[in-house]
Nanobody
Framework: QVQLVESGGGLVQTGGSLRLSCAAS????????MGWYGQTPGKKRDFVAT???????NFADSVQGRFPISRDGAKNTVYLQMNSLQPEDTAAYYC?????????????WGQGTQVTVSS
């Protein structure tokens, strides 16, 4: 099992910044990829950003260039730096980790952290 604990959400004005953190614990070996999804009420969870164990990143078009993602292997923590926030970025953000347990792969989720951007 992998436990993920997110922090860093909150209320911010348009144009502001927040940094989300996600700390992994438990069976953290073989975690290949970590990242973030965002979800607004009544909608499905949408991909935001991901980073692999080797540092490769991928982003949703809507956040490309605004939300860099990074990973601290020593702390088993992934960060999402949210810059130039817009009201449409308002969502609950969920951290995930994909762990390889060959031949299967398992996805673990955090509890979510709310980001609200006021206009």
């Amino acid at each position: 099992q992998v436990q993920l604990v997110e922090s860093g959400g909150g209320l911010v004005q348009t144009g502001g910044s927040l940094r989300l953190s996600c700390a992994a614990s438990g069976s953290i070996y073989r975690i290949l990829t970590m990242g973030w999804y965002g979800q607004t009420p009544g909608k499905k969870r949408d991909f935001v950003a991901t980073i692999t164990s080797s540092g490769s990143t991928n982003f949703a078009d809507s956040v490309q260039g605004r939300f860099p993602i990074s990973r601290d292997g020593a702390k088993n923590t992934v960060y999402l730096q949210m810059n130039s926030l817009q009201p449409e970025d308002t969502a609950a953000y969920y951290c995930y980790a994909d762990r390889n347990s060959s031949p299967n792969s398992y996805r673990y989720w955090g509890q979510g952290t709310q980001v609200t951007v006021s206009s």
